[in-house]
């Protein structure tokens, strides 16, 4: 059991060997490259800053009938995915805060950014599915909110990623410190 008060480097690696593979699994070894090809130059939508609705119907055409199961399947595994990322990123952040920083220290909220990054593309992953669905009759405001969806996530993850980064380089700096 992972104690989420005090998370251990052990717990850390036993996520990220999880996450991991979850997504060589979905990304490198499921359908994710076939799908990118399939798009053509339309994209996959959730790899752009947001889309239109026409940019969407593109993307799903382009896709042909056989792809959009494909896409449907995708993204219900895709869920398994942004919660793991969501998790890895939220434990790592609150490794690396917990030795930064003193208890209670405001920071340490910050941990709970890759949850909003999860949560958004838990979203756009269901918005996406049911879209993927419903072609060619695409409801107009739920295309709009998986865009709304993919910007928060990107947008948020644009900090997240760094922001782990320099926690992870942090908290190096400040074990390697501490044994001189």
């Given at each position: 059991?992972i104690?989420l ?7 850390l690696i036993?996520i990220?060997?999880l ?6 699994l979905l990304f ?8 990118r090809a399939?798009a053509g130059d ?13 940019e969407?119907?593109?993307s799903?055409?382009a896709?042909?009938e056989?792809g959009?199961e494909?896409?449907?399947?995708f ?8 919660v793991?990322t969501?998790v890895?990123f939220?434990l790592?952040l609150r490794f ?8 209670g ?6 941990a709970?950014?890759p949850a ?8 756009e992953?269901?918005?996406?599915l049911?879209?993927?669905?419903s072609?060619p009759?695409l409801?107009e ?7 709304l969806a993919?910007r928060i996530k990107?947008g948020v993850s644009?900090v997240?990623?760094?922001g782990?980064?320099?926690a ?11 044994r001189r």
């Amino acid at each position: 059991m992972i104690d989420l008060r005090q998370i251990s480097a052990k717990s850390l690696i036993l996520i990220l060997v999880l996450w991991l593979g979850t997504a060589v699994l979905l990304f490198q070894l499921g359908p994710y490259a076939e799908l990118r090809a399939a798009a053509g130059d339309a994209g996959l939508p959730e790899e752009a800053a947001g889309y239109s609705l026409p940019e969407l119907e593109a993307s799903l055409e382009a896709l042909g009938e056989d792809g959009r199961e494909t896409y449907r399947g995708f993204q219900g595994l895709d869920l398994i995915n942004a919660v793991l990322t969501a998790v890895f990123f939220s434990l790592c952040l609150r490794f690396c805060f917990q030795r930064l920083f003193s208890p209670g220290n405001p920071a340490q909220w910050l941990a709970l950014l890759p949850a909003v990054v999860g949560a958004a593309e838990v979203v756009e992953n269901l918005a996406l599915l049911s879209l993927a669905g419903s072609f060619p009759t695409l409801p107009e405001s739920l295309a709009n909110l998986a865009s709304l969806a993919t910007r928060i996530k990107l947008g948020v993850s644009a900090v997240v990623l760094p922001g782990t980064l320099v926690a992870l380089l942090a908290t190096a700096l400040k074990a390697i410190a501490r044994r001189r």
